[in-house]
């Protein structure tokens, strides 16, 4: 059974510095692995999506990495802003009799303050 | 408006009632999901959908029924309400399971049983 871990749990920074999220999973079989974002209250926001066959994806300032090998992602922030507070989700979406299911990992709570 | 609408957004009800959470999208997805969200256990697939009239069982199943007799329209019903069932439902789709596939949420739906 997939499992997806992500580490820190939490995490709080000073506005501009860069960050990095992790994201672990079980078995490699993937097709690809999303990271999202969480509002309190509000639904998962698509931030990157990663296909197996990549090893990185960039938008504005994110950029996420995937080693399917080790099973693992990192999703780096550049210039944190308070506006980047949120939760920050991983899910997996794996293959076989899994195939689109996704795996989502606990999720990291962000907070970056001024 | 384009997307995917969750309605209602709130509903409190009490144990023993029947609840139908709409998921509606304009995107002609294939694939919709119905996940619940709960502190401690994070994102679990409740039921997906692969077409009209294709429907398979997630990881918690159990107590909830789906149908899908339109592409758009993912409906799921909580036959007769538990309080284990207080939770935030999210209704998702894509248009692939596949490595390009990106999933997309909706805004969720906050349910108390009482």
């Known amino acids: 059974k997939q499992e997806v871990t992500q580490i820190p749990a939490a995490l709080s920074v000073p506005e501009g510095e860069n960050l990095v999220l992790n994201c672990s999973f079980t078995d490699s079989a993937i097709y690809n692995l999303q990271w999202f974002r969480q509002d309190p209250g509000k639904g998962l926001t698509s931030l990157l999506l990663i296909q197996s066959s990549q090893r990185e994806q960039t938008s504005g300032r994110l950029n996420a990495s995937l080693d399917k090998s080790s099973g693992r992602s990192t999703l780096y922030i550049a210039a944190s802003q308070p506006g980047d507070s949120a939760t920050y989700l991983c899910a997996v979406n794996a293959g076989g009799t899994s195939y689109g299911k996704l795996t989502f990992g606990q999720g990291t709570i962000l907070t970056v303050h001024p | 408006d384009a997307g995917i609408t969750q309605s209602p957004r709130y509903k409190i009800t009490e144990t023993g009632r029947q609840v139908t959470l709409m998921c509606h999208q304009t995107w002609s997805h294939s694939y919709m999901f119905w996940y619940r969200q709960d502190l401690g256990h994070g994102l679990r697939l409740i039921y997906y959908s692969a077409a009209a009239d294709i429907t398979d069982k997630g990881e918690v199943p159990d107590g909830y029924v789906v149908s899908r007799s339109k592409t758009e329209n993912f409906p799921l019903t909580l036959e007769s309400a538990t309080r284990s069932q207080t939770s935030v439902y999210f209704c998702?789709?894509?248009?692939?399971?596949?490595?390009?596939?990106?999933?997309?949420f909706g805004e969720g739906s906050r349910l108390t049983v009482l």
């Open positions: 998702a789709s894509t248009i692939t399971v596949y490595a390009t596939g990106e999933l997309f």
